[in-house]
């Protein structure tokens, strides 16, 4: 099986102009469960920009009211490839 697609994720910036990571599933609420033992963390994607910028929309507005520096995070959607085998 292989597949190569084009998704959106979402960058964390933790300080103003430099890009700090990919946000992966770690950041979902509630944290997915592992569906099998030694699975590993995997990228948060969605299928749509429309879908990333909500999803970045709504964490930005839970640290803007923050005090401390996790309220200076931003978030943007930036666009991914997911590439399997020989596709």
Do not use: H, I
Not at 4 to 9: F, I, V
Not at 64 to 76: G, I, M, P, T
Request: proline share 6%; aromatic share 12%; glycine share 8%.
């Amino acid at each position: 099986m292989a597949w190569n697609r084009l998704l959106w994720g979402v960058e964390l910036f933790a300080k103003k102009g430099e890009a700090f990571c990919l946000c992966g599933t770690a950041w979902m609420s509630p944290p997915p469960q592992s569906a099998y033992d030694g699975e590993p963390t995997r990228g948060l994607l969605f299928m749509t920009r429309k879908q990333a910028r909500e999803w970045c929309k709504e964490k930005q507005a839970g640290y803007a009211e923050r005090s401390d520096e996790c309220a200076k995070w931003r978030f943007r959607p930036v666009r991914v490839r997911e590439k399997v085998g020989k596709a």
